[in-house]
C-alpha cells in the first residue's frame, strides 16, 4: 500500500527554464537559502500560509517565486529506489 505525502513548496522558474523549489543549503553551521530541481530536498511547509509569509520575509530571494502545493507517494520513490539499485 503507497502512502502519499502533501506539503507546500515554494517555487520558481529559473532563467525561463524548469521549475525549482527553494532549499536550505548548509555548511557548519551556516545556512542559506538556494534553489533545487528534486523537490525531496525542497523546504517543506504544512500549510500555504506559512510558505507565503516564508516568500515575503525573504523577498530578497524568493522573487518571482509563489507557493504551491505539492505531492510525493512512496509507490513512486519505491520504484526510483529500485532503479537506482539496478534492480
Do not use: P
Amino acid at each position: 500500500m503507497s502512502k502519499e505525502e502533501t506539503g507546500w513548496l515554494i517555487k520558481r522558474s529559473i532563467n525561463g527554464r524548469r521549475a525549482a523549489w527553494l532549499c536550505i543549503a548548509t555548511t557548519g553551521t551556516d545556512a542559506r537559502i538556494t534553489w533545487t530541481y528534486d523537490s525531496n530536498e525542497a523546504l517543506r511547509f504544512g500549510r500555504k500560509q506559512d510558505a507565503e509569509q516564508f516568500v515575503m520575509l525573504h523577498a530578497d530571494s524568493c522573487m518571482l517565486a509563489f507557493a504551491t502545493e505539492h505531492g510525493w507517494s512512496d509507490a513512486v520513490k519505491r520504484a526510483t529506489d529500485r532503479e537506482v539499485a539496478g534492480l
